[in-house]
Every structure is written in C-alpha cells, then in structure tokens.
C-alpha cells in the first residue's frame, strides 16, 4: 500500500520557494512504496501455497545447482590470492579462455557444452514455480511482449552501470583490492566472436532469471520484507564476483541493487537481461578486438 506522507510547512510558517515545495515529501513517498509495508511487491504476484520449509529448501538447492556454488568457489578462489605473493594486485582473473587449446573443434563444442549446461538451472527454476504460481515466464517478465520499452530500458541501464563500473574496476586496481581481469583469451578463430556473444547472453540469462527473478519470487513467497530481498539478492551477485577482487564485488552488489529494485517495482527481468547482455558483449567482444590497444590506452590496469 502506498504511504501517505504530508506536506507540512515548518515550524516557522514559512513554505519555502514554490519549485520545491512538496519535493522531498513526494520523494520519501515514492522511497516508501518502493521499499516497505507493500504486500504485493511483485504486482499481480499471487503467493505460493507451499510450506515454507520446502521453499526454503528449494531456494537452497537451487543456488547450490548454480550461482551459490559460484561464489563458495568465488571466495576460495580470493582466498587464495590474498595469500599468494603479491596478493590480489598479482592475480589475474581469466574468463572466456581456450578449453582445448591447438584443437579448435575441440575447443569450440567444449565451450558450447560451457555455455548451454549452466542454463539447466534456469530451466529448473522456470519448472518450480510453474507448480504455484501459473505461467512463470509471464510471472518473470520473461517475454517478448514489449520488446521496444524493454530494449529502450535495458539500454539505459546498461549506459548508467556500465562507466561507473569501469571507475571501480580502475579504484580498485589502483588500491590494490581487485584482481587483473582478463575478458576474452580465445583463439583467433572463426567462431571466437560469437562464442562470445552466447556467453555473454547465458551469463545474463542465468544471473538475471535466478539472482533476481526466482529469488526475489521466494522471498516475496517466504515473507521477507523488501529492503532484505533485495539486499539478499544484490550480495549473492556481489559474492559470486569476489574472484575479481573487492572492487568487483562492491560494483556487482551495487548493480545487483539496481537491478533488484527495478524488478520489484516492475516485475520483468527481460529488460535487465538486455542491459546485462550489452555489457557483457560489450566487454568481452570490445577486449578480444581491441586488446592491442588497449594496454597503450588504459596503462597498468589492462594487461
């Protein structure tokens, strides 16, 4: 339910200029409805009827299939290099790299197996919450049903992450608590691009449909207030970045809030799938073409 806040003047009398007035009420209101005492915070979201014991188990077994298995790996990875020599200003975190180098076909159905087996979990989710909760893509805003505002949105979103995400990632080099990420080392072969653009692709899918959609889905089931879901969210999305340092990790949970709170007020994870999808193609396609350059342009912080 939406709060009602009144725009009392202060105490003196005085209202102060008119292009103000009401300004910082109205905000606190929009915060309010956004963040607290909403019982539908996922619009026309019936709830589940299962015991909560089960969904909770669910939850579990569905993050250990995928990105809580990630970050429990994620954080034994910084464990070991914070206590390797150099620590984390020597590590280098490589995604996108060759799986079986000198042999291209090889290589190339390895990294389509890569790509398509992390879906399953996306599949599962998908599966579960079609037994209480009716047509779960439509639940998700997993459609096509408004392809030019979700384009529009997640190109916006993409723009607003993604510059800022880059000046963490230069801090955090700079103050030696994030590793050198190394986006794309594939082969100079024919289907390196587009390997790179379906992991990009899967890469969003996977974090969007479960770190967001599903989770936040059970939560919402579970009776968790807002400010917790969403936090909950934004920190398994931090967590699982914890390979690439602290830097990343404080810009991925700072995205995951974003993202998180987005879908709570409008209920569709396919525009942060787009937005998600551009900076990752972005990223790793942009690495893999401009790598030569880059070290000339960005010194000390591209390898």
Not at 195 to 224: H, K, M, P
Request: glycine residues 10%.
């Amino acid at each position: 339910m939406q709060s009602q806040v009144e725009d009392r003047p202060p105490p003196d009398g005085r209202r102060g200029p008119a292009p103000l007035r009401g300004a910082i009420p109205r905000l606190r209101a929009a915060a309010h409805e956004m963040w607290y005492d909403d019982p539908d915070w996922i619009t026309g979201s019936p709830r589940s009827d299962l015991p909560r014991t089960v969904l909770r188990n669910e939850v579990v077994i569905v993050f250990l299939l995928s990105l809580g298995a990630n970050a429990v790996k994620a954080f034994i990875q910084l464990i070991g290099d914070l206590t390797a020599p150099g620590g984390l200003s020597r590590a280098v975190a490589q995604l996108n790299t060759s799986l079986a180098p000198g042999r291209p076909w090889l290589d190339l159905a390895f990294q389509l197996f890569y790509i398509f087996v992390p879906l399953v979990p996306v599949a599962l989710a998908i599966h579960l919450l079609r037994r209480d909760h009716g047509n779960p893509t439509r639940l998700l805003g997993l459609d096509a049903r408004q392809p030019g505002r979700d384009l529009g949105i997640g190109v916006t979103l993409a723009l607003c992450i993604g510059v800022p995400g880059i000046g963490l990632y230069a801090l955090g080099r700079q103050l030696d608590i994030g590793a050198t990420v190394v986006p794309a080392s594939l082969p100079h072969v024919w289907w390196a691009i587009p390997v790179l653009i379906l992991s990009a692709i899967q890469n969003a899918t996977l974090e969007e449909v479960i770190v967001v959609g599903y989770l936040l889905t059970r939560l919402r089931d579970l009776r968790w207030r807002t400010p917790a879901a969403i936090g909950l969210s934004a920190a398994i999305r931090g967590s699982y970045h914890l390979y690439q340092g602290f830097g990343a990790f404080a810009g991925n949970a700072a995205m995951g809030l974003i993202f998180a709170t987005f879908y709570r007020r409008y209920g569709r994870v396919t525009p942060l799938i787009v937005a998600h999808s551009i900076l990752d193609i972005v990223t790793f396609v942009g690495y893999a073409l401009l790598r030569p350059y880059l070290h000339r342009w960005f010194p000390g912080l591209v390898p």
